[in-house]
């Protein structure tokens, strides 16, 4: 009922705003982190700061893959909040190594810590000369206040600092590539493994959590499972060939920083969502690694060329509002575009100048009566919505209560869906994901095609 109310006040127009965001399309920063140190193995990510804070991102992390997530806090209390939380990380680092054994804690920030100005590295220096930290143990941080940022940034920031923290340049070459996934689903990290070894490339995948969140039932529970990227490789990142950054939110700093950390040589690209961006990153992997493009490759581009072929009447035309993160959004249009929709709206709660310029790269510069969101929240892509409304909308589950006030089809992307299952198992990623997203569109428009059709058009073959 309160949805329903709260839908209700949602006015077409509204006075002019700027300061003031209305239900974001976004989380916060710690969960983009502790969902990256979740993908490198044996690694406990630990949230500095209250109990809240540390429920808050696990459970949506949780509601997210379906599967427990492994965290652990600072506990802040009164105390802490008014002298530092040192007392309380370094009591952490005891109890943590005694009683979890993870061989990695990547400590990321919360507003609280951040607004106190607690020196995370100093802590962690204290830390290692009292001997809080055993042998072959090791601990991180990234710094992820959320009254800036978002998730994604916050991703992006962990996963820098593994690469700041770890990987070194020895000299000795190891052939591999140094593949950055972007915050990706796990089922998107092990197709694009899957793409990897179909092209007879070495890699290290950074993070991983593919055997992590979407592990199977076994009885057992498992503290650390089997995946994620293990430490020695990390470190040998240092020596690779070359590095791919996919996504240039998510993956951009860390892929920047090894390569001027370790001179790695990089290649940032679009997350490989939809023909496009999935063609990009096979050219790139082809000249990189100095190999020729797989035929299963080809083969599975070709079946992608096929269905958009077979259903473009379907696809023609229809316009359509996004909501989501910037490298997901940006890959997203693109594909959009190939399959001759026309992208109407666009909302990130991740906004900027270089997301706006590369989406404009990709799809062109907003035609009239088109929208690319400022202020980047739901409220106003609703309002938008109502003003002139579109054949669909694709967002994550906070976008059901837009979808179901305007009557509208609706395919849930991107972070977080909290209300279904799949898409942890099935990639979007590659041609493969391609055809996943492209079938999901099609369901909706189709099954809203035969909800609205009159007994006398109602057919069996559209
Ligand atoms: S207080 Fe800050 S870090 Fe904690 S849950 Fe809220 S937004 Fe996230």
């Known amino acids: 009922m309160a949805t329903e109310l709260y839908l209700k006040h949602t006015e077409s127009e509204s006075p002019p705003r700027e300061a003031l965001t209305v ?14 140190a979740l993908g490198v193995h044996k690694c406990l990510p630990h949230s500095h700061g209250s109990q809240g804070c540390c429920s808050y991102h696990r459970s949506t992390l949780t509601r997210h893959y379906k599967e427990p997530v492994m965290a652990a806090t600072s506990s802040f209390t009164e105390g802490a909040s008014v002298f530092g939380g040192q007392a309380n990380l370094l009591q952490a680092f005891n109890t943590i190594f005694s009683l ?7 400590v990321h920030t919360t507003c609280l810590s951040e607004t106190i100005g607690d020196d995370i590295p100093q802590i962690i220096g204290k830390a290692t000369a009292e001997g809080k930290i055993p042998a072959g143990r090791f601990v991180l941080h990234a710094n992820t206040p959320s009254y800036i940022g978002s998730h994604v940034t916050g991703f992006a920031s962990m996963t820098r600092a593994f690469v700041d923290y770890f990987a070194e340049k020895t000299g000795k070459g190891t052939g591999k590539l140094a593949v950055f996934p972007g915050w990706v689903e796990p089922a998107d990290m092990a197709e694009i493994k899957r793409i990897l070894e179909a092209m007879e490339l070495p890699y290290t995948l950074l993070p991983d959590t593919s055997g992590v969140l979407d592990t199977p039932m076994t009885g057992r529970f498992e503290m650390y499972p089997e995946g994620g990227t293990k430490l020695d490789d990390i470190r040998l990142m240092g020596d690779a ?3 791919i950054g996919l996504g240039h939110f998510c993956s951009g700093p860390a892929a920047k920083l090894l390569d001027t950390k370790c001179r790695v040589p990089c290649d ?11 063609d990009r990153f096979i050219d790139t992997l082809r000249r990189t690694g100095g190999v020729a493009v797989s035929e299963r490759i080809v083969q599975e581009r070709g079946r ?7 259903m473009h009447q379907y696809t023609y035309g229809k316009t359509v509002a996004l909501a989501g993160d910037p490298d997901q959004l940006c890959s997203l249009s693109e594909f959009l575009k190939d399959l001759d929709m026309k992208v109407k709206y666009v909302v990130t709660g991740t906004p900027g ?23 980047g929240d739901l409220f106003s892509l609703h309002q938008k ?7 669909l909308l694709v967002a994550n589950t906070y976008g059901k209560y837009i979808a179901r006030d305007e009557d509208v089809p609706f395919v849930r992307f991107g972070f977080p869906i909290l209300d279904r299952v799949g898409h942890a198992d099935f990639p979007t990623v590659g041609y493969r994901g391609a055809m996943r997203i492209l079938e999901k569109i099609l369901t909706v428009l189709m099954d809203r095609q035969d909800r609205d059709s009159p007994n006398e058009s109602f057919e069996l073959v559209m």
Request: glycine share 8%; with cysteine; proline share 10%.
């Open 353 to 375: 100048k270089a997301f706006e310029s590369r989406l404009s790269e990709l799809i062109g510069e907003p035609g009239d009566g088109d929208w690319r969101g400022a202020p």
């Open 304 to 310: 992608l060329l096929d269905m958009m072929a077979d």
């Open 385 to 391: 919505m109502k003003q002139d409304p579109v054949d």
């Open 268 to 278: 940032i690209l679009d997350l490989p969502i939809g023909l496009a961006a999935m």
């Open 100 to 106: 979890y054994d993870p061989q990695i804690i990547a």
């Open 23 to 36: 239900n974001p399309a976004k989380t916060c920063q710690p969960i983009g982190a502790m969902y990256a």
């Open 241 to 243: 060939k070359a590095a």
